[in-house]
């Protein structure tokens, strides 16, 4: 594989060949690259994803290649994969389903010559991870874009819970409640379904505490819509292909980001006609 790897390196149109190789249901080939250092080496680090479909958490129909001309031992990929893992590909749903066909892989080509590095939590290292990170989370958003029958990514911002799984979780209510994801789809600015998708999380929450806000625009405040709320900002914001949501629960320090897409009348179709 490495072999392999290291042939295409210089070659951008045979990644996306590969990435292109690997689609089923997706619209789009998905690669993306970062050029970043290790001490005074320029390193590469590219990658390619495919996932459409039965996305979500830990577990999802998706597949995904990482590749680096970095020196760095398996434990030390192995780490920093595990690690930003959790922020990208387990932080993304597209229906709430998942499969058991999921598969994330880095390898290290070692032709860079570079500093030795100790650990993954090397100070030498701090660039490379920013730069895989950066690359990870792209791939994981792009496949939430190309969610099936998508028209909308959503970026869902929680701060304030309990603790970081308790944000997590309540973050993942929210992306894969099909009244949020269907209001999205009609561009309607209904901050109450977040609200209930909230409460639907079974994670510690105070309705008088809990503040939304949607595109920027503050909606809540001390439990109730702000006196000074004006929806037309939050639907002109609803018509853009990119929404963001943000919820800060005001209990404690946990958070999280999630990404997932709208819920559309052609995921009916394509589910309802698609046969694996």
Same mark, same amino acid.
């Not at 001490?39 to 290649?65: E, H, V």
């Not at 409640?177 to 998708?197: C, F, H, Q, Y």
């Given at each position: 594989?490495?072999?392999?790897?290291?042939?295409?390196?210089?070659?951008?149109?045979?990644w !996306?060949?590969?990435?292109?190789?690997?689609?089923?249901?997706?619209?789009?080939?998905?690669?993306?690259?970062?050029?970043?250092?290790?001490?005074?080496?320029?390193?590469t680090i590219?990658?390619i994803?495919?996932?459409?479909?039965?996305?979500?958490?830990?577990?999802?129909?998706?597949?995904?290649?990482?590749?680096?001309?970095?020196?760095?031992?398996s434990?030390?990929?192995?780490?920093?994969?595990?690690r930003?893992?959790?922020?990208?590909?387990?932080?993304?749903?597209?229906?709430g389903?998942?499969?058991?066909?999921?598969?994330?892989?880095?390898?290290?080509?070692?032709?860079?010559?570079?500093?030795?590095?100790?650990?993954?939590?090397?100070?030498?290292?701090?660039?490379?991870?920013?730069?895989?990170?950066?690359?990870?989370v792209?791939l994981?958003?792009?496949?939430?874009?190309?969610?099936?029958?998508?028209?909308?990514?959503i970026?869902?911002?929680?701060?304030?819970?309990?603790?970081?799984?308790?944000?997590?979780?309540?973050?993942?209510?929210?992306?894969?409640?099909?009244?949020?994801?269907?209001?999205?789809?009609?561009?309607?600015?209904?901050?109450?379904?977040?609200?209930?998708?909230?409460?639907?999380?079974?994670?510690?929450?105070?309705?008088?505490?809990l503040?939304?806000?949607?595109?920027?625009?503050?909606?809540?405040?001390?439990?109730?819509?702000?006196?000074?709320?004006?929806?037309?900002?939050?639907?002109?914001?609803?018509?853009?292909?990119?929404?963001?949501?943000?919820?800060? !629960?005001?209990?404690?320090?946990?958070?999280?980001?999630?990404?997932?897409?709208? !819920?559309?009348?052609?995921?009916?179709?394509i589910?309802?006609?698609?046969?694996?």
């Amino acid at each position: 594989m490495p072999a392999l790897i290291a042939k295409s390196e210089s070659t951008d149109s045979k990644w !996306l060949a590969a990435a292109d190789a690997i689609r089923t249901t997706d619209t789009f080939a998905k690669a993306a690259s970062r050029q970043t250092n290790i001490g005074d080496t320029n390193i590469t680090i590219t990658g390619i994803a495919k996932g459409s479909g039965m996305i979500a958490p830990d577990m999802a129909t998706m597949l995904c290649f990482i590749a680096t001309d970095a020196d760095l031992p398996s434990a030390i990929l192995q780490d920093v994969l595990s690690r930003f893992t959790d922020q990208s590909f387990n932080a993304i749903t597209v229906d709430g389903d998942t499969s058991t066909s999921d598969t994330v892989i880095m390898v290290a080509t070692a032709s860079a010559k570079h500093p030795p590095v100790a650990s993954a939590h090397d100070d030498v290292l701090a660039d490379f991870c920013e730069a895989l990170k950066s690359l990870m989370v792209e791939l994981a958003t792009l496949i939430v874009r190309d969610g099936e029958g998508a028209t909308k990514l959503i970026q869902i911002n929680v701060s304030g819970a309990d603790h970081d799984a308790a944000a997590k979780r309540i973050g993942l209510t929210i992306g894969n409640s099909p009244l949020v994801k269907t209001a999205i789809a009609g561009e309607d600015a209904n901050w109450g379904r977040i609200v209930m998708a909230v409460g639907k999380s079974g994670e510690k929450a105070d309705r008088d505490r809990l503040e939304i806000a949607i595109g920027g625009v503050a909606i809540t405040r001390d439990g109730m819509c702000r006196p000074d709320y004006d929806e037309s900002m939050v639907t002109a914001h609803m018509k853009g292909d990119e929404i963001c949501i943000d919820v800060n !629960l005001n209990i404690g320090a946990g958070q999280a980001t999630i990404w997932t897409c709208d !819920l559309t009348q052609q995921y009916i179709i394509i589910n309802a006609d698609y046969r694996s």
